[in-house]
């Protein structure tokens, strides 16, 4: 008897699910050091803050609503982005592209949307380099410098 695994059927290409993430920073200005907000990802780890696209919005507006959401930072993003990578999120699942932001931290809150579900730090740009589990992402946070 022979068994036959059956997979589902998945495009040759697909196109990647498009994201937004900033650096948000702070300091960096007399003898103030810089610091790079990083949050717990859901899955483990830490990560910037980081989402999903919604309809009529652009990445920019994404990325200060992820800092706003996930790290209770308000700010100014760039107009454009410092940067980008592609990660896999999960095997079988569409590839993520995401477009980084810096910004420009004006306000830090003590309490926000995501608060019950994440830590925040303020640490290095070295640090939070070796905080990720991204290499592309690694590399932008380690030679990060603000605008």
């Given at each position: 008897?022979?068994?036959?695994?059956?997979?589902?059927?998945?495009?040759a290409v697909v196109e990647p699910i498009e994201?937004?993430?900033?650096?948000?920073?702070?300091?960096?200005?007399?003898?103030?050091?810089?610091?790079?907000?990083?949050?717990?990802?859901?899955?483990?780890?830490?990560?910037?803050?980081?989402?999903?696209?919604?309809?009529?919005?652009?990445?920019?507006?994404?990325?200060?609503?992820?800092?706003?959401?996930?790290?209770?930072?308000?700010?100014?993003?760039?107009?454009r982005a410092i940067g980008s990578y592609i990660?896999?999120?999960?095997?079988?699942?569409?590839?993520?592209?995401?477009?980084?932001?810096?910004?420009?931290?004006?306000?830090?809150?003590?309490?926000?949307?995501?608060?019950g579900q994440r830590i925040r730090r303020w640490?290095?740009?070295?640090?939070?380099?070796?905080?990720?589990?991204?290499?592309?992402?690694?590399?932008?946070?380690?030679?990060?410098?603000?605008?």
């Amino acid at each position: 008897m022979t068994v036959t695994t059956i997979q589902p059927a998945l495009p040759a290409v697909v196109e990647p699910i498009e994201q937004a993430a900033a650096i948000a920073w702070r300091g960096g200005r007399g003898t103030r050091p810089l610091e790079i907000a990083v949050v717990t990802a859901r899955r483990g780890g830490w990560t910037i803050p980081k989402g999903h696209v919604e309809r009529g919005h652009t990445l920019r507006v994404t990325a200060q609503r992820e800092c706003y959401e996930e790290a209770g930072v308000i700010g100014i993003a760039a107009h454009r982005a410092i940067g980008s990578y592609i990660y896999l999120k999960a095997p079988l699942m569409p590839r993520r592209r995401v477009s980084v932001f810096e910004l420009d931290v004006r306000e830090v809150l003590h309490d926000w949307p995501e608060a019950g579900q994440r830590i925040r730090r303020w640490v290095s740009p070295e640090e939070a380099a070796s905080m990720m589990h991204t290499r592309a992402l690694a590399d932008l946070l380690r030679g990060f410098r603000p605008a």
